[in-house]
Nanobody, 124 residues
Framework: QVQLVESGGGLVQAGGSLRLSCAAS????????MGWFRQAPGKDREFVAA???????GYSDPVKGRFTISRDNAKNTMYLQMNNLKPEDTAAYYC??????????????????WGQGTQVTVSS
C-alpha cells in the first residue's frame, strides 16, 4: 500500500519561502515520477512540478525559477522549495506518484497515488 504524507504548509507573507515535504511509504520516491499539484478554491487542479526516476525535473511556467523540486532517496521523501511566494500561489498542495519512470505527466490522470494535501496561504 502506497502512502504519501505532505507537510510544511502554512501562512507566509508575499516574498517569503516555504518548503513542502512528501514522505512516501510503500514505493521508493526514486523509482517513479513524483510530482506536486495544487488546487485553489474554485479552480482546477494544476501541475506544479515533477521529478523523474533519472532526476529530470519539470515545472509549470508560473513557478519556474521560484520553486525547486528535489528528493532525498535515503529518507524516501520529496520536497518542494518555494521561494518568492506570491498571493496567487495560495492553494492546497498535493504530492503524487506516477507509474511513469522517465516521461513526466503534467495531467493528474498520469498519477495513481495522492497525498491528503497541505495548505499554503500567501498574504499580500
Amino acid at each position: 500500500q502506497v502512502q504519501l504524507v505532505e507537510s510544511g504548509g502554512g501562512l507566509v507573507q508575499a516574498g517569503g519561502s516555504l518548503r513542502l515535504s512528501c514522505a512516501a511509504s510503500g514505493r521508493a520516491v526514486y523509482t517513479y515520477v513524483m510530482g506536486w499539484f495544487r488546487q485553489a478554491p474554485g479552480k482546477d487542479r494544476e501541475f506544479v512540478a515533477a521529478i523523474s526516476e533519472g532526476g529530470t525535473t519539470g515545472y509549470s511556467d508560473p513557478v519556474k525559477g521560484r520553486f525547486t523540486i528535489s528528493r532525498d532517496n535515503a529518507k524516501n521523501t520529496m520536497y518542494l522549495q518555494m521561494n518568492n511566494l506570491k498571493p496567487e500561489d495560495t492553494a492546497a498542495y498535493y504530492c503524487a506518484s506516477s507509474r511513469s519512470r522517465a516521461y513526466i505527466p503534467r495531467n493528474g490522470i498520469g498519477y495513481d497515488y495522492w497525498g491528503q494535501g497541505t495548505q499554503v496561504t500567501v498574504s499580500s
